[in-house]
Each structure stands twice: as C-alpha cells, then as structure tokens.
C-alpha cells in the first residue's frame, strides 16, 4: 500500500472585508507573518507538499506564496510542487474537496489543500475514523496533518487518521 500525507491548511489572517469583493482580500501582515510560519514549520517537520490545491481567493494565494517561500528559504534544493487554483474550493464546500482528493494522482504522496473555513475544518473532521465532530475548528494559518494508506481515489469519510494539529504564528 502507498502511504498518504494530507496537510489541510486554513488561510492566514485577512484584511476585515471593505468594499472590494471578498474574493480580494488580502492579508494581514499578521497573517503574511503567519503563513512564512507554516512554511517553516512544514519543512521542519518534513512536510513537502508535491500538489498543493490552493483557492483561487487573493488570501489563499497569499498564504501560499508565504509558505512557499518559508519552504524555499528552508531548502533551495527542493522541487516546486504543481500548484493548482481551484475554484471549488473557494465556491464550494467538503464534498467538493473530497472529490478533488480523489482526483489526485496516485503517484503524488503528500497534497496540501490552502482554503476557507469552515469548509477546511469540517474536512478535518469528516475525514478522522472518530468522526469527532465537537473539535474546535482550525484557527486561521491553522493546519491538520492527516495519513492514509492507498489510493487518492480511495478517500473516503473516516478514512484518514489526524496526526497532528498545528497553529503556525510567526
């Protein structure tokens, strides 16, 4: 069986919504501060993503960029993943995320997805074998760190176990 590494990240900090439309917001320095933070942590942790399924929203690009970059910075000689921006995971709720997991190829180990909660949160929760659904949502640059053995394919509710629970604050 082929081990899996799934890293669901919830996007940085963001500017309170103004008159731009919310698919434009920005981060926060705060939140710029927080997503380097994650990035680095990632690599410390060994966790490099080979697909990363990143909304299309201007803060969930942004809170890519910031953990990209930490990632670089901690390791020039890693390869970049493919990146792709999805609009499902802006629009679009947990069974749209499900459904892009098992999209993924089965050559690819590790996938990081950057969204919104609470979709983010209730993708953690829905995908635990306990199926623990009075857990705290992820704050925002907050990270769930799932594994599973098998195909993308194969993802399933209660199909991944939650290793770990990270806030990255810079």
């Not at 939140?31 to 201007?58: F, K, Y």
Request: glycine residues 12%.
């Amino acid at each position: 069986m082929t081990a899996r590494t799934l890293l669901l990240l919830r996007h940085a900090k963001a500017k309170t919504p103004d008159d731009r439309p919310d698919v434009e917001r920005r981060l926060t320095k705060r939140g710029q501060r927080d997503s380097a933070a994650a990035g680095t942590w990632m690599a410390a942790q060994g966790l490099r993503p080979e697909m990363v399924l990143c909304s299309p929203a201007t803060r969930t690009r942004q809170t890519w960029h910031g953990v990209a970059m930490a990632m670089a910075a901690a390791d020039a000689g890693a390869t970049s993943p493919e990146v792709r921006y999805e609009r499902g995971l802006y629009t679009g709720g947990r069974t749209e995320v499900i459904d892009l997991l098992r999209g993924v190829p089965d050559g690819v180990g590790t996938v990081l997805v950057v969204g919104h909660n609470p979709t983010i949160s209730d993708v953690s929760v829905l995908l635990r074998p306990d199926g623990n659904g009075t857990v705290e949502g992820l704050k925002t640059c907050g990270l769930a760190v799932h594994r599973a053995e098998g195909p993308w394919s194969g993802t399933e509710p209660g199909g991944m176990e939650l290793v770990t629970i990270h806030t990255a604050r810079g």
